[in-house]
């Protein structure tokens, strides 16, 4: 972000004063746009398909991102099917971690509550 940021300044403060304000504008628009035609096409992450449960959409994600076949990306899927559920059990023993002295929680908030 930051270099975008940088980029855009340098390009409107170098072009900005030899160029119309017209063609200023549509060139510092045109980068943007150019970047939206560049990444739609770009398929969602293997990691975000398998953490919605999409197996077959990631293991072709994939490939199409590897330039490979399908079953020769299958030991990289397993890969992150392992990280997806690792991920996801240490996200619910944090939840349960937040839960699981009910007694000082409640302590706490009756103590706050009386102030």
């Not at 409107?12 to 943007?32: C, F, H, K, Q, R």
């Not at 994939?62 to 030991?75: I, T, Y």
Request: net charge positive; with cysteine.
């Amino acid at each position: 972000m930051q270099l975008s940021l940088t980029l855009g300044f340098l390009l409107s403060y170098s072009v900005g004063p030899y160029v119309d304000p017209m063609i200023l504008a549509a060139v510092s628009g045109a980068v943007p746009i150019a970047f939206l035609v560049a990444f739609f096409p770009m398929p969602e992450s293997p990691y975000v398909l398998v953490a919605r449960d999409d197996n077959e959409g990631a293991s072709r994600t994939l490939a199409w991102l590897r330039g490979l076949s399908r079953s020769q990306v299958s030991k990289e899927l397993m890969v992150i099917q392992v990280r997806v559920l690792i991920t996801r059990r240490r996200r619910y023993r944090n939840k349960l971690a937040r839960f699981r002295d009910f007694e000082n929680f409640n302590h706490c908030y009756l103590e706050d509550n009386e102030r």
